[in-house]
């Protein structure tokens, strides 16, 4: 598990999950987040709708995995602070056993998790305080290993990394760090990724990085092609990679046909582990 953190850092420093809590209209956040976030928004005013986008974009995805796929665990890295719809309503709205494991290396995502989630008697859902960039912690933990683990790793389970990808730096080995996870997992398993991506607006994304990277939030966007490196080995179902804002599936429901290309700036893809 990750070390403790002292609380007054968190209110020096901005906090992912919490701005985009703040994108999404939240309240669990602080006014370093909500200034990093305003300098975001000034760059990149399509932030909002991305994050809005997104959010379908990942109940759409869940219903999907839970309903034609058949998928009754989830591994949600990088949860953030929970908003609703939440994967654990969105899979346990389509089969009650489901069972999720979330992970965040934000306390204060951990702690508005554990008050939010109040998970179907028939499933259960855990949470795990560990960064994306420590994989091998995350599978040690004691919910994905042992006797009283939450998740099977030996039967599918579908790997979540929603608007994470994109604050690992090539530095970082973020190919690698995905790839750990999917090996770990056994066939029949899913690969649920959203990314934000330069393709159709080059300037405001990089502005929104330069805004991001100036309070100390590192990031890097993505290409098509970019993303597509994620995927290797799998097999991509629906309509493959696509803006979250059109992402749709056999049993999926609303899409963001009324926002531009532009505005939401991420692509979104669920893939298979054949």
């Known amino acids: 598990m990750s070390e403790p953190v002292d609380v007054d850092d968190l209110l020096r420093k901005p906090s992912i999950a919490r701005m985009y809590d703040y994108f999404l209209g939240g309240k669990d956040n ?6 990093t976030a305003e300098a975001a928004l000034e760059a990149y005013p399509g932030a909002k709708a991305f994050a809005r986008a997104n959010r379908t ?42 069972r999720v494991v979330y992970v965040d290396n934000d306390p204060i ?51 979540m990394l929603i608007a994470i990808m994109h604050f690992i730096t090539d530095e970082e080995g973020p190919y690698d760090l995905v790839r750990t996870l ?31 990277e100036k309070s100390g939030v590192r990031a890097q966007v993505r290409t098509r092609a970019q993303v597509e490196r994620f995927l290797e080995g799998l097999e991509p179902v629906g309509p493959g990679i696509d803006l979250v ?30």
Request: charged letters at 20%; proline letters at 7%.
């Open 30 to 35: 602080y006014a370093i987040d909500r200034d």
């Open 57 to 98: 974009f990942l109940s759409n995805a869940v219903h999907y995995l839970a309903g034609e796929a058949g998928i009754r665990q989830f591994l949600d890295i990088g949860a953030g602070i929970p908003t609703s719809p939440n994967t654990f309503e969105a899979a346990q709205g389509v089969a009650p056993e489901c």
């Open 109 to 159: 995502a951990l702690a508005h998790g554990r008050a939010f989630i109040n998970s179907d008697p028939r499933g259960r859902t855990a949470w795990i305080q560990e960064d994306l960039r420590n994989p091998d912690a995350i599978l040690a933990d004691h919910t994905l290993s042992g006797p009283d683990a939450v998740l099977d790793l030996s039967r599918p389970v579908a790997l």
């Open 182 to 212: 999917i090996d770990a997992l056994p066939s029949g398993s899913y690969l649920m990724l959203s990314h934000v991506t330069p393709d159709y607006n080059p300037v405001q994304i990089a502005r929104a990085v330069a805004a991001y």
């Open 245 to 274: 804002s059109r992402w749709n599936a056999a049993g999926a429901s609303t899409v963001h046909s009324s926002l531009t290309d532009e505005e939401v700036s991420c692509y979104g893809v669920v893939a298979r582990k054949p």
